[in-house]
């Protein structure tokens, strides 16, 4: 079987946790075998950043991106097998429906736009609008990372015979001491700290984090705030530590070094970086209004993220309760453990052979 996987999102100026969990899934795909993969971009000078690159050959389409997203969206053209050659199935990884001859495998990550559209640009709206319809009419098989996305698209419009729920997964091995000791001196982090990891943008609560950093009092506990600046969202200076970007074997360690790993999100299609903290042993805080919850399920403590006194509640929980956290830490790296690609690859591969008559 071969199939053609839109890849685009890794020029994206802020890929993000999707464009992660994407490429990891097509390594995965590629790994197992018995699909031959080739990904679809618009067209570039240059390739991705080194951290973005895909392990298949990515072949470019004649259009740059907007041209490209405009084009599929409206008028359902130029076809991806004017790149990629014939193909039995098309996947259309992100908020991009890509136009394909083939049965369409669409990812849905999540419908946060229509919860929270004051959190997009009008052209967002309008792309993420046009991909759910597209999705609803064409896609013959609808990938979710949770049951959270899961419902969101049945209430969508989405037939539920169609959806698949198959979730992230993580594969990195336990960072040593040493990787600890080394991020710490290399970002001058003391003992101990909070940490976020994830784009910069409204709906990763970051205000009423850093608000419930403040309810924490004169504990002389940093909150340090790794990952790229998004949209829509401005963190004061004072008491927080911004490290922007790092390299993702930094973050490992990040998450293995921090006293507790805070992610209030407001809305997730899943939490991949929940899911890498507890690979890590680390005592992870999440909402448990949204797809995290899922995710960590009773390794974590689970908050409403609306309320920043329960944020800063189970801040200090995670910060005084040795004994809790060692049973947290312990429960982390058990549930992160039954997150496996060889999981997630079986579950598309069986997408792709549904999507293309032949399962």
């Not at 839109?6 to 790994?31: F, M």
């Not at 973005?52 to 490209?68: C, G, K, M, S, Y």
Request: charge should be neutral; proline fraction near 6%.
């Amino acid at each position: 079987m071969r199939v053609a996987v839109t890849l685009e999102q890794c020029w994206h100026r802020v890929p993000g946790g999707s464009a992660r969990a994407t490429l990891d899934a097509v390594a995965a795909v590629a790994q197992r075998g018995g699909v031959e993969q080739v990904g679809v971009s618009a067209w570039h000078r240059q390739p991705p950043p080194v951290a973005w690159r895909a392990p298949i050959d990515v072949r470019a389409l004649p259009l740059p991106r907007l041209a490209l997203y405009d084009t599929w969206q409206r008028w359902r053209l130029p076809l991806v097998e004017r790149a990629t050659g014939a193909v039995d199935v098309v996947h259309a990884t992100a908020h991009v429906a890509s136009a394909s001859a083939a049965p369409m495998v669409a990812t849905v990550h999540d419908l946060h736009f229509l919860h929270e559209p004051t959190h997009f640009t009008a052209r967002g709206i309008r792309l993420f609008t046009r991909f759910l319809a597209i999705v609803r009419d064409e896609a013959a098989i609808v990938v979710c990372p949770s049951e959270a996305t899961r419902q969101d698209c049945r209430a969508a419009g989405i037939d539920d015979s169609r959806i698949r729920i198959t979730p992230w997964a993580t594969a990195v091995a336990a960072v040593g001491d040493t990787e600890v000791a080394r991020v710490r001196a290399a970002y001058g982090l003391g003992d101990p700290f909070v940490l976020f990891a994830g784009t910069v943008e409204p709906r990763k609560n970051l205000a009423r984090l850093v608000e419930a950093h403040r309810r924490l009092g004169d504990r002389q506990v940093s909150l340090v705030v790794v990952g790229p600046d998004g949209w829509g969202e401005d963190l004061p200076s004072a008491g927080v530590r911004r490290l922007g970007f790092v390299p993702r074997a930094d973050l490992h360690a990040l998450y293995a070094a921090a006293a507790v790993v805070a992610y209030p999100s407001l809305r997730e299609g899943f939490g991949l970086p929940v899911l890498e903290a507890m690979a890590q042993g680390a005592v992870v805080v999440t909402s448990a209004t949204t797809a995290t919850a899922e995710v960590a399920g009773s390794a974590a403590l689970l908050v409403d993220p609306l309320d920043p006194d329960a944020i800063a509640g189970a801040l200090r929980q995670a910060l005084d309760d040795p004994a809790l956290c060692g049973r947290l830490r312990e429960a982390a790296v058990a549930r992160a453990a039954t997150f496996t690609w060889e999981r997630t690859a079986d579950a598309l591969v069986s997408a792709y052979a549904a999507a293309a008559g032949t399962a």
